[in-house]
């Protein structure tokens, strides 16, 4: 298996453009989540699906975040207009089952944005 | 409000010495707590704890969970350089909200 994988592995972008990350997961998994980390804030979860329906999205920043999961083999996580206070390393992780207590969860390379 | 609180922040220590992390948690409806260990890249999944005093284990690391003092603690013995890495203890909570700790950054000295 190629574990979870995310594109692009690195992104600069000017501030005000529209950033689009994506993140395919192990196929099998039917839970999907979105992280954000940062030297000064951790790492922080974002939003997770469970069965591709959003679960919990407390964790987005604000309305400039949003992401979606057409279906079980893909997501995205989009940042419009981004800021440079969005810069991190934002990771996608899947796991089997969510609420079953398994929460192994696999993380991908990451996607590291900067916007200036 | 829900927290997850590592020490130290940062060890440095000689290959072969044994070290001890330490999280500790507040939290409203605790589910379940996990370590990770994180080098270059990714956070990779070590261990999970949902019982009190049980310790898990994984040849040179083990964890065991304390319910009552709300603290989970990450041995490694016999350290060696690929043991360095940052790890991370987060707290899932029952509405499977996972709250992440600031991470211990370890560094074995060869």
């Known amino acids: 298996d190629a574990g979870v994988i995310q594109s692009p592995r690195h992104e600069v972008t000017e501030m005000g453009q529209e950033v689009t990350l994506r993140c395919k997961p192990i196929?099998?998994?039917?839970?999907l989540f979105w992280y954000r980390q940062t030297m000064m804030r951790g790492l922080e979860l974002l939003i997770y699906?469970?069965?591709?329906?959003?679960?919990?999205d407390s964790g987005m920043p604000e309305d400039r975040f949003s992401a979606k999961m057409p279906n079980a083999s893909f997501s995205t996580l989009k940042i419009q207009p981004s800021e440079p206070r969005d810069s991190a390393v934002y990771f996608c992780?899947?796991?089997?089952?969510?609420?079953?207590?398994?929460?192994?969860?696999?993380f991908g390379p990451g996607t590291r944005l900067t916007v200036t | 409000e829900d927290k997850v609180v590592q020490s130290p922040l940062s060890l440095v220590v000689h290959e072969g010495d044994t070290v001890t992390l330490n999280c500790s948690y507040e939290v409203t409806n605790f589910r379940s707590l996990l370590w990770y260990k994180q080098e270059k890249k990714a956070p990779t999944f070590l261990f999970m704890l949902t019982s009190s005093g049980i310790e898990k284990k994984s040849g040179r690391l083990s964890s065991i969970l304390d319910k009552k003092e709300l603290f989970s603690i990450l041995n490694i013995t016999a350290t060696q350089t690929g043991d360095s890495a940052v790890y991370l203890c987060a707290v899932v909570l029952g509405d499977d909200k996972i709250i992440f700790g600031k991470g211990t950054r370890l560094h074995i000295l060869p």
């Open positions: 699906f469970n069965n591709n329906v959003p679960i919990d």
């Open positions: 196929s099998g998994h039917n839970s």
């Open positions: 992780a899947s796991s089997l089952e969510v609420g079953a207590g398994l929460y192994e969860q696999y």
